[in-house]
């Protein structure tokens, strides 16, 4: 799951709304290294550039915007759930090209977003 899931040439497999991968940096995937995303969120089409902070092998990716529209931070973590892994996606950020208003509503979708990536995730990995 960690490599599948953690490797960004798979991110518009399992991801609703990223449309297009580029590496900024040689992969595979390390700590520094930056790859571009382009994604359709709420109408808009977003271009964002994320750079590797943190890596451990097979529990946790830490990445963090370094280019885009407004200041984000991703991060996958697995655990052992006992019969299998467990998968949490967490984003984090400030909207600030959007209104303070629409706050609430972003983040809802994104959640909603969230929770259909993994299960995507989850049909992708658990085909036969």
């Known amino acids: 799951m960690f490599a599948y899931a953690s490797d960004p040439a798979n991110a518009t497999e399992w991801y609703e709304n990223i449309k297009q991968v580029e590496w900024r940096s040689p992969p595979p995937l390390a700590v520094g290294s930056r790859v571009a995303f382009t994604a359709q969120f709420l109408g808009r089409r977003l271009t ?3 750079e590797v902070v943190e890596l451990v092998d097979g529990e946790r990716v830490v990445m963090r915007t370094a280019e885009g529209p407004f200041p984000m931070e991703t991060t996958y ?9 467990r998968m949490t996606l967490r984003n984090r950020g400030e909207p600030s090209t959007f209104s303070k208003l629409a706050a609430p509503v972003m983040a809802r979708a994104m959640r909603r977003a969230n929770r259909g990536d993994l ?3 989850r049909s992708i990995l658990e085909r036969p």
Do not use: K
């Open 77 to 85: 973590a697995w655990a052992d759930a006992g019969s299998g892994t």
């Open 48 to 50: 964002y550039t994320y």
């Open 119 to 121: 299960e995507r995730l």
